[in-house]
């Protein structure tokens, strides 16, 4: 993160002739295309003033060490995890609704009460990820709002991007909607077939 910052403060202080050598430095640097999954663990502000901040906190504990596994094991790397939420990244993006589909199962059969309710967004793009401890970009932006504001506990929506690069063999169905975020009308596509996938060698 440290160079990252540094090539910023370089680039806010450059002079207009400078600039675009120097954002085409943080660009070859930083830049990668990668599907992005947003994961909000649903139902915080109800859980905190019925059972208190001691037990929602056991819950992020519980949906930390769900999740990252299960990221893990479908080739993707977790980002950062923050309060409620999570954000990984993946180099395509059937792994992605593949960990998403492992992670509502394993929340729907991990045994324990409460049971962990999860909402996923999903997106592709050129996203900036830093050091594996931030990103930003569109992909992001979007996967977020998916994630957080959009899906219903136990729903998985990915962007139209995203959907028409899910890979064929994975046999999923959708349910397209049309919603809007922050006064940006788009077409959402949410998995129907909530069941994990076998564990497969990452597609292109």
């Known amino acids: 993160m440290h160079a ?14 400078r600039r675009p050598a120097i954002e085409h430095m943080l660009l070859e640097t930083f830049q990668r295309r990668k599907a992005v999954l947003a994961l909000d663990l649903s139902g915080f502000t109800l859980s905190v003033r019925r059972d208190g901040i001691l037990a929602y906190l056991c819950q992020i504990r519980r949906m930390h060490k769900l ?7 479908h080739g993707g790397s977790v980002v950062k995890n923050e309060a409620d939420n999570l954000l990984a990244v993946f180099d395509n993006v059937s792994d992605a609704v593949a960990a998403a589909l492992a992670m509502a199962q394993a929340s729907a059969t991990e045994g324990v009460a409460p049971a962990l309710s999860f909402s996923v967004g999903i997106d592709v793009g050129d996203i900036l990820l830093i050091d594996q401890v931030d990103c930003f970009g569109d992909a992001v932006n979007l996967a977020y709002k998916l994630g957080e504001d959009i899906a219903q506990p136990g729903e998985v929506l990915l962007t139209r991007q995203a959907q028409s690069a899910v890979a064929a063999d994975l046999s999923l169905s959708f349910t397209e909607m049309q919603i809007s975020i922050s006064g940006l009308a788009l077409t959402a596509f949410a998995v129907t077939r909530l069941t994990a996938l076998p564990l497969t060698e990452s597609k292109a």
Do not use: G, K, Q
């Not at 990252?4 to 202080?13: C, N, R």
């Open 4 to 17: 990252f910052s540094a090539l910023l403060d370089t680039l806010i202080a450059a002079s207009p002739e």
């Open 67 to 73: 999740t990252r596994p299960l990221v893990l094991a």
